[in-house]
C-alpha cells in the first residue's frame, strides 16, 4: 500500500507494473511438488508448481488495493484462464486496470512445447489456457501484447540439470512478430487487432502516443515491415539474441519481418552499414 499510495501520488500518468503470482501458493505448490517429484521429466511439473489460481487471486488483490490506493496497474504477462476470468469481472469493476500478455503465452504450450530450455516464470500453459488468452484479446480484457526478454546461452540455462535448478527465462524478441503471426493467421484472429494491441494500445497507456503506435502526421514513422509469404525454419542466428538457442526452434514460421522504417529512413539488413550512423534514438518524454 506504501508503493500504491505513492505511485498514486505522482499523478494520473504513473503506472505500477506488477508481476501477479501468490509467492506463498506458489511455495506451497513448490514444496510439495519437489517432494512427489524430485527429478520432474516434464515442464507440467514447472506449471503446476506456480498454478493460474495464484496468478488470478493476485491480480484480484492487487486490483483491489488498487482501487483503495488510487495507483493505477499494469498487469504484465498474464498466462491463465484464471486470470483471463478475474481480469474480466474486475475491468466492470474498477477503472484503474490494464491487463498484458506476450507472445510465448499466446503461441506455445506445455503439451507441443516442451524442451526445459522453455522454463520461465509464469510457465506456459495448455492450449485451453491459450485459447483463453486469445479470447481476452479479441474481447478487450486483455490489453496489450507486450515483449519479455531475458536471453541467456545454453551453459547459462543448464538444460540438462535437474527441472527445479534451471533458471526462468527465455529470448523472444526475435520470434515475437513472427510468431504472432502465424498464429493469428491460423485461428483467423484480427491482424488490424493484433497490430493495435502490439502498437497503439501500450503507446496509449504509456503516455507515447501518438509519437508512437500509429502512422500520423508528426509521429516518429517507425515501421517494421514484414513479408507475409515468406517462410523460414526458427534458428537461433535467424533471431539475433545473446542466447544461443531460441523459442520455436526448428519450426517452419511464415510472415517474417524483411525492414524497417526509422524514422523515416529504409533500414535492412544489406543496407544497415551505410545507415547506422544516421539512426538516431531520443528519449520520448511521458505525456
Not at 501458493?25 to 506449471?47: C, F, G, H, M
Amino acid at each position: 500500500m506504501d508503493l500504491m499510495e505513492k505511485v498514486a501520488s505522482l499523478g494520473d500518468n504513473a503506472i505500477l507494473n506488477i508481476h501477479a503470482e501468490n509467492h506463498r501458493i506458489v511455495n506451497r505448490a513448490t514444496s510439495r511438488l519437489r517432494k512427489a517429484e524430485p527429478d520432474p521429466d516434464s515442464l507440467k511439473t514447472w506449471e503446476k508448481s506456480h498454478p493460474g489460481f495464484a496468478e488470478a487471486e493476485a491480480i484480484q488483490r492487487a486490483a483491489y488495493l488498487s482501487k483503495e490506493s488510487g495507483a493505477k496497474i499494469y498487469f504484465v504477462h498474464l498466462s491463465s484462464k484464471e486470470s483471463i476470468r478475474i481480469a474480466a469481472d474486475l475491468k466492470r469493476q474498477y477503472r484503474n486496470i490494464c491487463f498484458e500478455t506476450t507472445s510465448p503465452y499466446l503461441t506455445m504450450n506445455i503439451e507441443e512445447d516442451t524442451s526445459f530450455l522453455y522454463k520461465m516464470t509464469p510457465p506456459l500453459r495448455t492450449t485451453e489456457d491459450q485459447k483463453a488468452l486469445w479470447n481476452g484479446l479479441a474481447e478487450d480484457v486483455v490489453d496489450t501484447i507486450g515483449t519479455d526478454h531475458t536471453p541467456m546461452s545454453m551453459d547459462e540455462k543448464k538444460p540438462s540439470v535437474n527441472l527445479w535448478d534451471i533458471p526462468p527465462g527465455y529470448p523472444a524478441v526475435g520470434t515475437h512478430l513472427v510468431s504472432l503471426f502465424n498464429r493469428a493467421q491460423t485461428d483467423h484472429f484480427s491482424l488490424l487487432k493484433l497490430i493495435e494491441k502490439m502498437t497503439a494500445a501500450p503507446a496509449k497507456i504509456f503516455g507515447i502516443y501518438p509519437q508512437k503506435g500509429t502512422l500520423l502526421p508528426g509521429s516518429d514513422a517507425d515501421l517494421v515491415i514484414i513479408d507475409p509469404m515468406l517462410e523460414k525454419v526458427v534458428t537461433p542466428e535467424i533471431t539475433a539474441s545473446r542466447a544461443d538457442y531460441c523459442l520455436h526452434e526448428g519450426k517452419r514460421l511464415k510472415g517474417w519481418p524483411v525492414g524497417i522504417i526509422k524514422s523515416g529512413s529504409l533500414v535492412t539488413r544489406d543496407r544497415f552499414d551505410q545507415v547506422k550512423d544516421a539512426i538516431k534514438g531520443r528519449y520520448l518524454k511521458r505525456g
